[in-house]
């Protein structure tokens, strides 16, 4: 895989109440990813990008929700969902403490 797809598999990291309960209890991290990303894509992308170790990637299709824009009917994209588990010791921390 090359260096560019590596920087482009991971879109961002999805922060919401349920991924920083899961990141606690299990060592999960839960980033957006592209849409035709595959599984050992991203656990590359993790793994080189944040020099740790991943365990185990999940992933999830998220469905875009519809929404209504005046007397129009809208839909947001749809997007894609990575929960990451890492070994044992292993942590990412977001907030580049100094």
Same mark, same amino acid.
């Given at each position: 895989?090359?260096?560019?797809?590596i920087?482009?598999?991971? =879109?961002a990291?999805?922060?919401?109440? /349920?991924? %920083?309960? #899961?990141?606690?209890? @299990?060592?999960?991290?839960?980033? !957006?990813?592209?849409?035709?990303?595959?599984?050992?894509?991203?656990?590359?992308? =993790?793994?080189?990008?944040?020099?740790? /170790?991943? %365990?185990? #990637?999940?992933?999830? @299709?998220?469905?875009?929700?519809? !929404?209504?824009?005046?007397?129009?009917?809208?839909?947001?994209?749809?997007?894609?969902?990575?929960?990451?588990?890492?070994?044992?010791?292993?942590d990412?921390?977001?907030?580049?403490?100094?």
């Amino acid at each position: 895989m090359s260096q560019e797809r590596i920087l482009q598999v991971l =879109v961002a990291p999805h922060i919401s109440e /349920k991924s %920083s309960m #899961v990141a606690d209890a @299990n060592t999960q991290h839960v980033f !957006k990813v592209l849409t035709d990303a595959t599984k050992s894509e991203i656990k590359q992308a =993790v793994e080189q990008l944040f020099e740790v /170790k991943v %365990s185990q #990637v999940r992933v999830m @299709n998220v469905k875009g929700k519809t !929404k209504r824009f005046g007397q129009r009917n809208g839909k947001r994209s749809d997007w894609r969902k990575a929960y990451v588990s890492l070994a044992q010791g292993q942590d990412i921390d977001f907030a580049g403490s100094n």
